[in-house]
């Protein structure tokens, strides 16, 4: 009886010390490991939900499957703007623990769950009533249109869900608290396998709803996670125990939340815009380089995940760092991100120049397919040693609330870069399609020493959040 009063006691103070552990002290490079690898398994699930979704829904037909990918690309611009919206959130709480200010912290949450429901509501009204005009505007066949409309619809409802556990996962991984993100992340994901199939094919006692049941799934199982996770908050079980009591509208940090958001949010919109242009640029070389192009866009989105997640952590570390006036310490989490990312990039560009082919292969086997994969790949190799820097400089810096310049840089290295060398390079000699993809690998080696170079400034030091 003494031993397990002894374990569970034992238990709870391990428990307590990650709750409570100080991220502005010990090693960099350990803080950057245990807060990243949650992040990693909490980001690749939220990528997930739509897969999940087109998994089952393909089984209904090809006009099921279409209305499925037409909805999901009109979600994503919509949960684009909301995570630009909530880095602000991400900045001020980092912060604010970093200083102790705890009741800061709980303020800055406060006023962002205000914003985001206000967001969420205004976005589910926009989606009830003119979810078929802006299904339209991709120019999709009619039967497409009507089978998207009411999934669409019930996806936009569903964004006041998606808010309170995209607020929620902000709030405890800016704080520290990756475990409990990924623990809810791992909760709501397998309650979403788990019921997509008996809504979507009336298995057991539920109706045969088909696209529906898919949509509605998706919204009960983001609510569970959401629901979960305020409780963690609220409860006082996360790093930061948040309340709504004593609430009161605060203009002034409304707009600072704003002026730090809303330029991340437009980042995030321009890079979605430019994939759609870049696609347009490869359609006329055929099926075989759509299908290569979309293969390879599989994979480096998984590869900009697990950079994404080292950069999260490190802009919660620089952030508590700047917060606890150790600016020195907050550049070294910088730059050890991007020694971890780059290296775990330089092993996966190796593999991929010796071995592109096999790689292709495990999706297609197709001689023109792999052929013209196989290049792309090992164009993109440039790629992915420019990824590293480059996506982790960019959320780093915009999780300290230095927003314009990653605005800035993707704006001039996107549309100023990008889409003029995708259009030209593929004429010249006889680069054709390939000239695509060096454009695309050109614009990021460009954004990556852009990042260098500024990080190196300090300047994102001084930023005032």
Known sequence: MHNN??????????????????WTEGSILNNLLALTWPIVVSNILNMLGPTIDMIWVGRLGTVSLAAVGLSGQVVMVVQALMMGLFTSLRAMVARRVGEGDEKGANHAFQQAFAVGIVFAVVTAVVGIFFSRQIIMLFGAKPEVVDAAVPYARIQFVGM?????????DATMQSSGDTMNSMKVGILFRCIHIALCPFWVFGLWIFPRLGLIGAGLTNIISQGIGGGLSLWLLMSGRSRLHVSLKHF??????????????????????????????????????????????????QIEGFLDVGASAVGT?????????????KPERAAKSGWWAVALATSVMAIVSIVILVWAEPVVRL??????????????????????????????LTTCLNQVGDTMIPLAVSFITMWGVQLPLAYFLP????????????????????????????FRTDKWKFKHV
């Open 248 to 297: 009161k509208i605060d203009f002034k940090n409304i707009a600072m939340q704003l002026r730090i958001g809303i330029p991340s949010s437009i980042n995030q919109m321009l890079r979605s815009f430019v994939s759609l242009f870049v696609v347009k640029f490869i359609v006329p070389f055929g099926t075989a380089a759509i299908a290569a192009h979309s293969l390879g866009q």
């Open 160 to 168: 006041v869900t998606m808010t309170v556990r995209m607020l929620s």
């Open 427 to 454: 004429k010249i000699g006889d680069l054709g399609v390939y000239g695509v993809r060096w454009a695309m690998a050109i614009a990021l080696a460009l954004r990556a020493v852009a990042y260098l170079a500024y």
């Open 363 to 392: 999706f297609n086997s197709d001689p023109d397919m792999v052929k013209i994969a196989a290049t792309f790949l090992r164009i993109a190799t440039v790629s992915f040693l420019s990824m590293g820097p480059a996506a982790v």
């Open 313 to 325: 952590a490190a802009g919660a570390l620089a952030g508590q760092n700047l917060g606890a006036h």
């Open 5 to 22: 009063n002894e374990n569970n006691s034992n238990r709870a103070d391990k428990r307590d010390l990650r709750l409570t552990r100080d």
